[in-house]
Each structure stands twice: as C-alpha cells, then as structure tokens.
C-alpha cells in the first residue's frame, strides 16, 4: 500500500514534458540522432563540466575534438529547448514568440541534432 501510495505521488508531482517537435521531419540516421529527451537540464549540466574540463586540460583537438563538440551540442540544445519552453509558458503555445523559437529549436534539432561520432 505504501508502495502504491508513493506511487502515485511521485506520477502526480512529476513533470509532464510533452515533445515540442512532434511532426518535424528530421532526416538524421535514427542511431546519429540527439533526442529532445538528451538536452534536459541535468545532461546541460553535465556536459558543461566535461565541456570546462577538457577545455582546461585542453582536451578539445584531435581525438578529443568529437567528444567536445558534442558536449558543446547538448548545451546548444538545451539553451534553444529552454527558450522554446520558456516563450510558451510566458505568452502562450500559439504566440509568436513561442512559434518562433519552437522552429529554432526544432529546426536546429533536424538538421544540427546529430552526434559527432
């Protein structure tokens, strides 16, 4: 019963985060793709540690340079998710604002949301 209860209060105070790119055509191999689900704010944070460690160890050239611009891509992402988050919760789904940084983001997702292999 206290499993069940806990439960539901975790479902019920967790957010709800619905994919803001649905029907965008994205032509990125499946296996090559950044999802919208990577660039939330806990990998932001992430990738910007890795990212100012390898930059101090100057880590960012050669075999390393791949790793470093995919950490940097996980913050391009999120920074665009964010503001597209943000535009619709501050003046609507279907404001200006909101359609026009939902189509940055989506548009960088299906043509930049690729990993560097």
């Known amino acids: 019963m206290v499993?069940?209860?806990?439960?539901?209060?975790?479902?019920?105070?967790?957010?709800?985060?619905?994919?803001l790119c649905v029907g965008y055509r994205n032509g990125i191999e499946p296996d090559m793709r950044i999802r919208e689900s990577d660039l939330g704010q806990p990998?932001?944070?992430?990738?910007?540690?890795?990212?100012?460690?390898m930059v101090g160890r100057g880590e960012?050239?050669?075999g390393f340079q791949h790793g470093a611009l995919n950490q940097a891509k996980v913050i391009h992402g999120h920074i665009?998710?964010?503001?597209?988050?943000?535009d619709?919760?501050?003046?609507?789904?279907?404001?200006?604002?909101?359609?026009?940084?939902?189509?940055?983001?989506c548009s960088w997702l299906e043509t930049e949301g690729f990993w560097y292999d």
Do not use: Y
């Not at 499993?3 to 994919?19: G, K």
């Not at 665009?80 to 943000?86: C, S």
């Not at 619709?88 to 983001?105: L, M």
């Open 60 to 62: 960012v050239t050669g």
């Open 3 to 19: 499993i069940a209860v806990s439960l539901a209060v975790a479902l019920a105070v967790a957010p709800v985060t619905q994919e």
């Open 88 to 105: 619709q919760r501050q003046f609507g789904r279907d404001s200006a604002e909101a359609a026009s940084s939902t189509n940055a983001f």
């Open 80 to 86: 665009l998710l964010r503001q597209a988050i943000e």
């Open 43 to 53: 990998a932001a944070v992430i990738a910007a540690e890795r990212l100012r460690d």
